[in-house]
């Protein structure tokens, strides 16, 4: 399941803040990384020199083919 869309979507399930952290590593360098993602989509850095590139896909709700908004981010 996606990282952004999993707090996302249950934060909106529940009707409650929800977040996840995620502890991975540097593509480049591999130092580790830990993210914190909540259900309004903030997301916030463990590292403070750390400014990894982080995207929200652009999932057009209206057309959505997919089962679930999951499955299209
Ligand atoms: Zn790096």
Redesign the pocket.
């Known amino acids: 399941m996606d990282a952004f869309a999993t707090p996302f979507v249950q934060g909106r399930l529940r009707g409650e803040f929800v977040s996840v952290t995620i502890q991975t590593e ?1 593509a ?2 591999s ?1 580790p990384m830990e993210i914190e993602i909540d259900s309004d989509l903030n997301y916030h850095v463990g590292e403070e020199d750390c400014t990894p590139i982080i995207f929200n896909p652009d999932v057009n709700l209206l057309e959505l083919e997919e089962d679930s908004i999951i499955d299209a981010f």
């Open positions: 540097c480049h360098c130092r």
